[in-house]
């Protein structure tokens, strides 16, 4: 094997720490991942009958208000201006979110300015103290009141956690923005787009440097084949993207996660839903939301198909062994086992755990990217450079 560092795993964390490494330190880097494509989550391709780009592990939206990392991506793709919007469709009726003054307007049908719609919600959120909220469900009723709670939160909750809202920890909605404005724009941050020629042509950018192999179909932990963590740690940096329970066989039990199943659909109509997210509030339909892909690039619209859509409906439920890890569940268990497995990564020195999967946390992406800079800048600049080991 000819490399100075082995990156496991070519998503959005190990492609740009590969890069990086190339570029700056120019080392000769290889990646692997266990999938038969690049890119992790992010990936995506065209759907071939209706032209139409579908995110093959969900809609991923990008957005961030970190400078570094926004410069940074500009090297390597070019975002469209696309502002993402989500609308819940709640007992027949189609509403905009995150929660705004047209949505309070037109639940209560009424014609509030902001200082009413803010006296309005304030009083029925005063039924629970927010310091002495409990559980999910009460935090949520202390923050926008009980209709709101019932109508948008609570099925909708319940469908993607598969847990009753009183049995969910209040953290999990530390903060749900209600907006008194009509100003309907999902994300809050400075930047936002989608990648002009979608995720994987960015991706693959990435890794597009003469000093970077990528190997698919191989699975670190599988010691049948060469490229394996028993001859390859020790020997060569490896930087680990993949689950860190895995990593060391489950021996502190397996860490849980929510998983998502998408069933896809090519409809005879140019337009389904007249907008690219659509959540379901109610336990009426089993699925959580259905995406419209076409609707992410209006400016694609003369390369797409004028009379198919693509839709993807999802669905979401505990992971079982075999499944794909999407979200931590993060139980007290599951929060002292990673403490346990924080101590095994530490003993184990020729590895950097990095990562949604590899730190157990949900990171989007660009946090993953961000933490991929850092680990560079912090960790592997110093070790390359033998300043620090
Ligand atoms: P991943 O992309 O998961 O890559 C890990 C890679 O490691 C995978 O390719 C995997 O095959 C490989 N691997 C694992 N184990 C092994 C092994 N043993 N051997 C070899 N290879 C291995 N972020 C946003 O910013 N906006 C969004 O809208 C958004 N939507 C999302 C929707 C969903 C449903 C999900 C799950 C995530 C979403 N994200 C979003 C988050 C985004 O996907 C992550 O930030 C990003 O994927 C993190 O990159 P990563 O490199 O840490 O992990
Ligand atoms: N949520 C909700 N109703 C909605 C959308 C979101 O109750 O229509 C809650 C739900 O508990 C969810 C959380 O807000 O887990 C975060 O939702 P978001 O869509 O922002 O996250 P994603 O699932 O896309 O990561």
Known sequence: MNADLVVVGSGFYGLTVAQRCAEELGLEVLVVDRRSHIGGNAYSEFEPETGVEVHRYGAHLFHTSNERVWQHVNRFTSFTSYVHKVYSTYKGEVYPLPINLGTI???????????????????????????????????????????????????YTAKQ?????????????????????????????????????????????????????????????????????????????????????????????????????????????????????????????????????????????????????????EFSRFAEKGDEPYYPVNTAEDRARLLAYRDLAKGETGTIFGGRLGTYKYLDMHMAIGAALSTFDNKLVPHFSKGEP
């Not at 066989?249 to 839903?273: C, I, Y």
Request: proline letters at 7%.
């Open 105 to 155: 307007n037109q639940f209560f049908r009424a014609a509030h300015g902001p200082d009413a719609a803010r006296a309005l919600v304030a009083e029925l959120a005063g039924e629970i103290e927010t310091s002495e909220a409990s559980n999910l469900e009460e935090k949520a009723i202390s923050l926008i009141g009980r209709p709101l709670y019932e109508a948008f939160i609570k099925d």
């Open 161 to 313: 956690w598969q847990t009753d809202p009183r049995d969910l920890p209040a953290e999990v909605i530390s903060r749900l923005p209600v907006r008194y404005t009509y100003d309907n724009r999902y994300f809050n941050d400075t930047h936002e787009g989608l990648p002009t020629k979608g995720y994987t042509a960015w991706l693959e950018n990435l890794a597009d440097h003469p000093k970077i192999t990528v190997q698919l179909d191989t699975d670190f932990l599988d010691l049948s084949q060469p490229l394996n963590k028993r001859d390859v740690v020790g020997q060569v940096p490896v930087i680990y993207t993949g689950p860190v329970d895995e990593y060391f066989d489950n021996v502190e039990g397996a860490l849980s996660w929510r998983t998502l199943d998408f069933e896809q659909e090519v409809l005879p109509t140019r337009d389904f839903q007249g907008c690219p997210v659509m959540n379901y509030a109610g336990d009426e339909v089993p699925y959580t939301r259905i995406h419209e892909f076409r609707h992410f690039h209006p400016e694609r619209e003369a390369q797409h198909s004028q009379d198919k859509t693509v839709i993807m409906r």
